[in-house]
Nanobody, 121 residues
Framework: QVQLVESGGGLVQPGGSLRLSCAAS????????MGWYRQAPGEQRELVAT???????NYADSVKGRFTISRDNAKNTVYLQMISLKPEDTAVYYC???????????????WGQGTQVTVSS
């Protein structure tokens, strides 16, 4: 079994900062891509940032220059450092990972339960 657990969400004022964390655990053989998606009420889930096992990153234009994604492969953990937060960043943030499990040849997609980020005065 594999689980993704997010932490670090909360309420912050515009211009503030937050750091999200997501730890993967279970019968993991390897993790290729990890990332963050977000979904506001009534909206589609959208990509925020991804990072490969080799460290290549990809960001949505709306967060580029403000958010930084990183990962600790030894801990199977991905982070999202968010600065200069705006009200439009308000959403539930979901952790994503593409994981190959032990004894299973093909990788599968996994999602965390989500953590709420609210940016408001």
């Amino acid at each position: 079994q594999v689980q993704l657990v997010e932490s670090g969400g909360g309420l912050v004022q515009p211009g503030g900062s937050l750091r999200l964390s997501c730890a993967a655990s279970g019968s993991i053989f390897s993790i290729n891509v990890m990332g963050w998606y977000r979904q506001a009420p009534g909206e589609q889930r959208e990509l925020v940032a991804t990072i490969t096992s080799g460290g290549s990153t990809n960001y949505a234009d709306s967060v580029k220059g403000r958010f930084t994604i990183s990962r600790d492969n030894a801990k199977n953990t991905v982070y999202l450092q968010m600065i200069s937060l705006k009200p439009e960043d308000t959403a539930v943030y979901y952790c994503y990972a593409n994981i190959r499990r032990r004894t299973v040849i093909h990788p599968s997609h996994y999602w965390g339960q989500g953590t709420q980020v609210t940016v408001s005065s």
